[in-house]
């Protein structure tokens, strides 16, 4: 395919991800606010990601194309699978789909299999950096293949033309790191799904909540790389000065059989989807986020929205959005034992948490899609812009030479 001036505004965009809806996770949902909002846009949008079952069968619903590919499940996370890296079926697909400009957000084996269809037929191949797999090999003690890791991103996202991060401090850490061409693309929140005015007292009932109990609120996947053991020490450190507090968890993981065991009193929610999530959501009191591997947390601002005082450590999408003791509580990153007294303060100074819960929904409210989906327009217009330049000004130098 070669590229020209008049292919610089988008028609088609081609995405690659090795997880999408319906699939729960943080990346699945940014890439189902940004391909609406192309299609919303009129823009055509083709996903290549792998086949979630049987039954999911390559499709075309108006303007959204969905091409599924095998591939297996990834240890550990069986709802989720890693496509094969297939780069002549890749390659086929992009090119007869035409795209302008094409995202690559994950990783894996056909991530990597589409930048190099992507690099091999000329087209514009943004990279997205939505994991920290190498701070998940440091929670696991496998520090011997961090370096590994690093190196294999790095030259994955290197051979892209540049790599779309959610936070500033992302991007400073990979600038340190070698990457290339890094640049922040922020997210943004659904302030009418996730809201204050869906808290439910019959859900709180259903809980076996009273009204003036504290609801400490977890929504995520229930695993270790998600720091669950600070949770349970918060709530655990919380219980022991007053006994209405509670802990509620909503999600699922590896770690969540041992937590019903050990924890009979927490209540555990399962996978929460649309209305009831805003309702589980809105009906706690405190949000816990004790991760210290997410990129950024969409979490961190549904919570937000719907009107509740997070505690987080200061990274990611709490250092983006919080500001601490004004609408939320930040503790220095890895201090867990700050991390505790942060929610202790909120136990103990009812008038700070009502303050800021009501600033925190007010926050977020600011906090829209549609400005992040036209910032990724603008990205990958831009980048397409600069490859045609690029094409040019070396066909340009191929003339001149052969003139001489």
């Known amino acids: 395919m070669t590229l020209t001036a008049s292919s610089s505004t988008l028609q088609r965009v081609t995405i690659v991800t090795e997880t999408f809806a319906p699939e729960i996770n943080g990346v699945a949902n940014t890439l189902g606010h940004l391909v609406r909002g192309l299609i919303s846009r009129g823009i055509e949008v083709q996903v290549i990601r792998p086949r979630q079952n049987r039954n999911d069968l390559s499709s075309s619903q108006g303007k959204l194309h969905s091409i599924t590919l095998p591939g297996l499940p990834i240890p550990g996370y069986n709802a989720l699978r890693f496509g094969f890296p297939l780069i002549g079926r890749i390659r086929k697909a992009i090119n007869r789909f035409a795209p302008q400009a094409i995202y690559v957000a994950t990783e894996g084996p056909m991530g990597w299999a589409a930048v190099s269809a992507a690099r091999a037929s000329g087209i514009t191949v943004l990279s997205g950096f939505h994991t920290n797999f190498h701070q998940y090999i440091e929670h696991y003690r496998l520090g011997a293949l961090e370096g590994l890791a690093y190196r294999y991103l790095r030259y994955f996202h290197n051979r892209t033309n540049g790599t779309l991060v959610p936070t500033r401090i992302q991007r400073d850490e990979l600038d340190a790191h070698g990457f290339h061409n890094v640049r922040v693309m922020a997210r943004g929140v659904d302030s009418q799904l996730f809201s204050p005015q869906k808290r439910s007292a019959e859900l709180r009932k259903q809980w076996g909540v009273r009204e003036d109990d504290l609801v400490l609120l977890y929504v995520g996947r229930i695993a270790g790389e998600k720091n669950m053991d600070l949770a349970l020490a918060t709530y655990r450190r919380l219980l022991a000065a007053d006994e209405r507090v509670k802990l509620v968890l909503v999600g699922d993981g590896p770690a969540l059989a041992g937590i019903r065991e050990h924890y009979p009193a927490v209540i555990c929610c399962g996978m ?133």
């Open 272 to 404: 929460q989807r649309g209305e009831d999530l805003a309702r589980h959501y809105a009906s706690g009191d405190v949000f816990l986020f004790p991760s210290k591997t997410d990129t950024f947390g969409n979490v961190v601002t549904e919570a937000m929205a719907s009107g509740l005082a997070v505690v987080s450590f200061d990274y990611a999408a709490a250092h983006e959005h919080i500001h601490n003791g004004q609408n939320g509580m930040l503790a220095p990153f890895g201090d867990d034992q700050s991390y505790i007294r942060c929610a202790e303060t909120l136990l103990d100074s009812p008038n700070l948490l009502r303050r800021l819960r009501q600033q925190a929904c007010l926050h977020a409210g600011s906090i829209s899609w549609n400005s992040i989906v036209d910032d990724f327009i603008q990205r990958l217009n831009g980048a397409t812009a600069e490859v045609i330049q690029h094409g040019t000004e070396q066909n340009n130098t191929a003339k001149s030479r052969a003139t001489v």
